[in-house]
């Protein structure tokens, strides 16, 4: 046994797929106990905020100031009011008001910005030009208002007896915080999705609850399918007969469609994480069946076998010390792939709205439900749902590498 | 001949064996579940109405028409019935359309792309693993995790990677739907070439995807048979080896054709996923209808015409790998 365990551990594929997995456990274990945030609590009000450090604007004003001389300053303010799009608009209607081009240096922001100062008149019609066109550039022109000034804001608290603005503070435009001093800083390194809820914590979490229905689908499907293998290749004949005629059946009939009618007959209400496990579990017991008669039949005749039915042993014996100890390596290959195959299951039959009801917790398939329905994919907000295809990935990848891993080990004829 | 055609017996009388299984398996199990099935429909459709005579009426209309009066073993005659006639009840989200003709509409879609997919997928795939196992090194090294890879990848996850790539930030092929949304189906280059441009993306998802399980499990099957005995033999024979790699495919090509007649299941499982990713009017799009819309009538057809594709499909194959394999004829001969 340890020298099996040795062995297994020294093939690369094995130990790179069992690495990326235990990452992936490892995760959801530790990020609930240093980020102890509900997963399916609603933070943002509105849909998809991109990633980044959230810093409260309330607090920062109230934090102390600290004055930073820093050159590029100007110009990167500028530079996020002013884009490139919006300096070639500008560009093209000064050239339409009659400036040569010559004389425009877009990148140039100071000359570029008195030059439209001087020249831009709104009631202008320039001929053939829209008035959607029209529009933007007077949108344009009054977001340009101010962007050049170098004084700061005023803040001002409104005074309840007079009802007039009194002003406690100005913000100079070099006046900068530390966001260690901030005391309302809130990092969203994945956003926020449709519902406005932490995408990071939100997918650790779907990635346990996935995790779990991949083992309790594995170990049902496993359990299924290791009981009815060997009551098929042990005991033989009529049970045999009715064994393999069930699993061949089972075998065409698509599991899917299996999946789809029982998720719908059970109905929203009773679809718990953990039904749609079993369900799964128990539709998806047939190849290891199959595989385990097939092992079992040859192993059936073997002469340490008959050797214990000389000696009297009782069938439960001969199973266990005789035949599980020769299939252990393949039903815990099977296994891994039932678990990787039931996380792929669930997330199926969650696109399709069958997966478990979506109000207790998420799963990497609602995750992706949610992210499809709200559009995600159209609007670019990929961070809703490519983390989600990338762990799911990662999970199913990791999976199967550690099966090709023990294939290898134990089937010496698919070594290179 | 009569080897064969013992042999297509058995798969035949297993093809109609399997046809009934399912049958049985589509009416019952939504009839297993506790409850009353009508009353669930009913609460769903008569949601905020307030006559209660009106819901009995609702009730009494939907129980008549599924007939969950009568025992069960009449209500499966009539069901049989009415599905030998293709008649599949009325479509409760999109009413008063029959069921037939929601499934008629999209099942084209479904089959023109599906199985086209799924079989250049395999080829490729096929010849893609058979390359490795024989040209090993370089190609192995990198076609075999990127195969892992490949396979592994969830197929609605390819869908969507593909859609964002080539639909939303390429703009070179649209996002979704089966052809443009301002026309109306007809037989016209201007229309032919829409749908063409919208069976891309769909398309080489599934193709992508059935490619990487396949080159594992040929690279895998034709590994094992380079090492087999015959070939060190045919090698010691000084047969040539352009030959031998000749025997060697053949062999390791026929546990590949079942392999797809055992997955095309799977295969068209994850395809429907992924129809639904591109808004495809196919059959997966239409039971996303079906579950969204409450649709009892359309589920139930739909996954019975799904199985009754898959079970054709298998048989299909069942029946090619009769004239493949001549060892079938062998013993079926005897």
């Known amino acids: 046994m340890k020298h099996t365990i040795q062995q297994v551990f020294r093939s690369g594929k094995f130990l790179f797929g069992f690495i990326v997995f235990m990452t992936l456990l490892l995760i959801t274990i530790v990020y609930p106990l240093i980020i102890r945030n509900a997963p399916l609590q609603i933070i943002g009000q509105g849909t998809f905020f991109p990633p980044g450090i959230y810093v409260n604007v309330y607090d920062s004003i109230g934090s102390p100031p600290y004055t930073l001389n820093l050159t590029d300053a100007a110009a990167n303010r500028i530079a996020s009011k002013l884009s490139n799009e919006d300096r070639l608009a500008m560009q093209e209607w000064l050239v339409a008001d009659g400036i040569s081009e010559s004389q425009i240096d877009i990148s140039d922001t100071k000359t570029l910005l008195d030059q439209w100062e001087n020249n831009y008149d709104p009631t202008l019609n320039i001929a053939g030009m829209t008035l959607a066109k029209k529009r933007y550039y007077q949108r344009l022109n009054a977001s340009l208002k101010g962007i050049l000034s170098t004084e700061g804001a005023i803040i001002a608290t409104n005074n309840p007896q007079t009802g007039a603005l009194d002003e406690t503070d100005t913000v100079t435009q070099s006046d900068y915080v530390n966001i260690n001093q901030v005391p309302n800083v809130r ?230 | 001949m009569k080897g064969y055609r013992k042999y ?53 209309q939907y129980a008549e028409l599924f007939g969950t009066k009568k025992p069960m073993l009449e209500q499966f005659i009539l069901y049989m019935k009415n599905v030998a006639q293709g008649n599949f009840g009325i479509s409760f989200s999109q009413y008063p359309r029959p069921v037939a003709d929601i499934i008629a509409s999209s099942i084209w879609w479904t089959v023109c792309l599906q199985f086209p997919a799924i079989i250049v997928g395999w080829l490729i795939g096929n010849t893609l693993g058979a390359l490795a196992a024989y040209l090993k090194k370089g190609f192995d090294k990198v076609l075999m995790p990127v195969s892992i890879f ?95 790699i000749g025997y060697v495919f053949r062999n390791a090509m026929l546990p590949q054709v079942t392999g797809l007649a055992l997955s095309i299941g799977t295969m068209v499982g994850g395809a429907l996923v992924a129809e639904i990713i591109f808004s495809y009017p196919g059959l997966g799009f239409t039971m996303l209808n079906g579950v969204m819309g409450q649709d009892y009538p359309l589920i139930s057809a739909a996954t019975l015409i799904v199985t009754l594709m898959v079970l054709s499909a298998t048989f299909l194959i069942e029946i090619l790998y009769g004239f493949i394999d001549p060892r079938i004829k062998a013993a079926q001969s005897d």
Not at chain 2, 157 to 175: D, Q
Not at chain 2, 218 to 228: F, G, K, P, T
Request: proline share 4%.
């Open chain 1, 187 to 416: 990092v969203l390194p994945l956003g926020t999705d449709n519902f406005g809820r932490d995408v990071l914590t939100e997918l650790v979490s779907a990635l346990a609850t996935s995790l779990k229905i991949g083992f309790v689908a594995g170990t049902v499907a496993t359990l299924i399918g290791l009981t009815l293998g060997l009551l098929a290749g042990y005991i033989g004949g009529l049970v045999d007969d009715i064994i393999m005629f069930i699993t061949n059946i089972f075998t065409i009939i698509p599991t899917f469609v299996l999946l789809i009618l029982i998720s719908y007959s059970i109905g929203q209400e009773h679809r718990g994480a953990f039904t749609i496990a079993v369900v799964i579990g128990l539709t998806s017991w047939v190849w290891t069946t199959r595989a385990v008669r097939a092992q079992v039949v040859s192993l059936r005749n073997r002469d340490h076998v008959n050797l214990s039915k000389l000696s009297g042993h009782s069938i439960v014996h001969i199973i266990v010390a005789d035949i599980l100890p020769y299939i252990a390596s393949y039903v815990v290959m099977a296994l891994i792939l039932q678990i990787s195959s039931g996380i792929l299951a669930e997330a199926g039959l969650s696109i399709l709205g069958l997966g478990p009801k979506t109000t207790e917790v998420p799963t990497l398939g609602l995750m992706m439900n949610w992210a499809m329905i709200y559009q995600a994919h159209v609007l670019g907000k990929w961070w809703a749902y490519f983390p989600v295809i990338v762990t799911i990935a990662l999970i199913t990848f990791s999976m199967n590498l550690m099966n090709t891993g023990l294939d290898q080990v134990f089937n010496p004829a698919l070594r290179d």
């Open chain 2, 8 to 60: 297509f017996l058995n798969k035949m009388v297993w093809f109609l064996i399997t046809l009934v299984c399912a049958f049985i398996l589509n009416f019952i199990l939504p009839r297993l579940m506790p409850g009353d099935p009508v009353a669930v429909i009913t609460q769903r459709v008569t949601q905020g109405m307030q006559s209660q005579s009106g819901v009995q009426a609702v009730y009494n």
């Open chain 2, 150 to 244: 490949v396979s592994n990848f969830p197929a609605f996850g390819m869908a969507v990677i593909l859609l964002v790539i080539f639909g939303v930030g390429l703009k070179w092929f649209p996002t979704s739907g089966g052809y443009g949304f301002d026309m109306i189906p007809n037989v016209s280059w201007k229309f032919m070439w829409s749908v063409i441009v919208h069976y891309q993306l769909p398309f080489w998802s599934i193709v992508l995807i059935a490619i990487g399980g396949q080159a594992i499990g040929m690279r895998s099957m034709s590994i094992y048979e380079l090492n087999a005995d015959y070939v060190k033999y045919s090698r010691f024979m000084g047969i040539k080896d352009r030959k031998i």
